[in-house]
């Protein structure tokens, strides 16, 4: 649980509770608004592939505090150039990970093709990332935003938080408040990063090149990808999208006379993957040959191996640890200021600091939240829960995991809608994060594109300890800045 009765309540840009009659008629509405406008998903209890649900989403946008919302965005191009230099970084990636992999198998398969890739040397020289790095708000810093994690594989919602700042300014609007609409900030996440790809299939420079979407066998997010396919067909029509699984491109997949990863007849310039982050989707070998196929080949991958690899929690942990940061910017005002985004994190390694990091959990598990190398959520250990986790674990194992010091973000007060949830909603205690978009393409030495590319919200219930949209625990949102 992220707050207590203590927890400070961010003042709402409207007055609450809504009379009977006007909630419902505006909750109806903008379900309706949110199915028609694409901000939905297929059903997970459900599914027909022909049917989609709205997304869950709060009705009334949450209220972030400005300046740390401009705080975040005015540090991506940091955090973008950052990330990009630790994953062209071959020392620091190997060292940081190299006890997590004796024992992760998951990052030890990604790493593998890493180190098989560096003694083949890259084919292709450029990487794209399409990053997003999520944070909360903490109340004990006067609501300063703390880094929860940083994501470089298949970080979503650009296309559907895009639509939800309509939708929210709908629904003020229709409640009589369309003079709060311009504390809602612009969100042009989905234009930014569908750009980015393109200025990618651009550096590949082969116009009949396809770009090629890396799917789940089941994509319950579809209307998220969806609107990357359609956004870039729309905007370049000579660009063509093709979606395949990983299982597919083992059956379809190899490389030409310069490397070119062909699919049929189709050479590929841009890989994206939007799976391929967690173990489940790589049912056998040929998943991760297919990884490998990928890797090896001529097209612009999104992320590449390395970037990849740089997203993990432990690579994360080690940035935050006293003057590594140093290592990696020049700027001592911006080392200073990425610095401060950084809660405390700790190593589990097995040596003195992961045995200190052990015992300081067993003593305060409260403080703290554990993560294993996993992404899409629902991995993470909380709390009082954490000392039975450890002690279950051999020393060895513990590297696998980080530690991490528990955010207290402060409660926002709101309705949540969901499908099938109560009508009229309920107002419910909540909390906020804020994902900000960034776009970074090079090779190891330079950067040639490189900028923030808009946001998202996810907001929970205060009593969870996740809030992922996909996993049905949080709701879309955005911020309202005040
Ligand atoms: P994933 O890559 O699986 O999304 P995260 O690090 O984002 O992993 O953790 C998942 C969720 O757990 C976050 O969205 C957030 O709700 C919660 N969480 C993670 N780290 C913290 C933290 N330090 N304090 C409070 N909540 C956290
Ligand atoms: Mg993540
Ligand atoms: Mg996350």
């Not at 379900?31 to 869950?56: E, Q, V």
């Not at 979407?213 to 067909?233: A, G, K, L, P």
Request: proline share 5%; aromatic share 8%; with cysteine.
């Amino acid at each position: 649980m992220s707050s207590d009765a203590n927890t400070p309540v961010l003042r709402n840009c409207i007055r609450l509770p809504l009379a009977e009659d006007e909630l419902l008629e505006v909750t109806a509405k903008a379900k309706d608004y949110a199915i028609m406008h694409g901000a939905a998903m297929r059903s997970k209890t459900a599914f027909s592939p022909d049917s989609l649900n709205f997304a869950p989403f709060v009705l009334v946008p949450s209220s972030f505090p400005r300046k740390e919302f401009e705080k975040a965005v005015a540090l991506q191009p940091i955090i973008n150039r950052l990330m990009h230099n630790v994953a062209h970084d071959e020392e620091f990636i190997t060292t940081t990970l190299a006890e997590t992999i004796k024992v992760d198998e998951f990052t030890a398969n990604l790493f593998n093709i890493y180190r098989k890739v560096l003694a083949h040397g890259f084919t292709q020289a450029y990487s794209i990332g399409l990053l997003r790095s999520d944070y909360m708000a903490h109340v004990s810093e006067g609501c300063a935003i703390k880094q929860v994690e940083i994501n470089t594989v298949a970080s979503s919602f650009a296309g559907i938080a895009t639509q939800l700042v309509p939708q929210q300014k709908f629904v003020l609007s229709e409640m009589g408040h369309a003079d709060k609409l311009h504390n809602m900030p612009d969100n042009n996440a989905l234009a930014g990063l569908c750009d980015g790809m393109v200025k990618a299939w651009d550096i590949y420079a082969k116009p009949k090149a396809v770009i090629l979407f890396i799917i789940e066998d089941v994509s319950y997010n579809i209307c998220d990808q969806r609107f990357h396919e359609f956004y870039i067909r729309e905007t370049y029509p000579h660009i063509k999208v093709l979606r395949r699984t990983l299982t597919e491109v083992h059956r379809e997949g190899k490389l030409g006379q310069s490397k070119e990863l062909l699919l049929g007849s189709q050479e590929v310039a841009v890989i994206y993957f939007r799976a391929g982050y967690e173990p489940g989707h790589y049912h056998s070998q040929a998943e991760w040959d297919a990884r490998y196929l990928m890797e090896t080949s001529l097209a612009i991958k999104c992320p590449s191996i390395h970037y990849h690899l740089a997203g993990t929690k432990k690579v994360q942990q080690a940035l935050a640890q006293p003057a590594v940061l140093e290592r990696f910017i020049n700027d001592p005002e911006e080392i200073k200021a990425v610095g401060k985004i950084f809660t405390g994190l700790y190593s589990l390694d097995d040596n003195e600091a992961g045995n200190a990091s052990y015992e300081m959990a067993l003593r305060t598990p409260e403080r703290f939240v554990l993560k294993p190398q996993r992404e899409g959520g629902g991995n993470n250990v909380y709390g009082v829960d954490i000392p039975d986790a450890l002690k279950r674990m051999s020393r060895v194992e513990r590297s696998a995991w980080i530690l991490m010091d528990l955010i207290h973000p402060p409660l926002t007060k709101g309705y949540m809608v969901r499908p099938g949830g109560d009508m009229p909603p309920q107002i419910v205690d909540m909390v906020s994060e804020l994902g900000i978009f960034g776009v970074v393409i090079g090779d190891a030495e330079h950067i040639v594109h490189n900028y923030q590319a808009g946001h998202m919200l996810r907001t929970k219930l205060s009593t969870a300890n996740e809030g992922g949209v996909a996993a049905g625990l949080g709701a879309l949102d955005s911020p309202y800045l005040i």
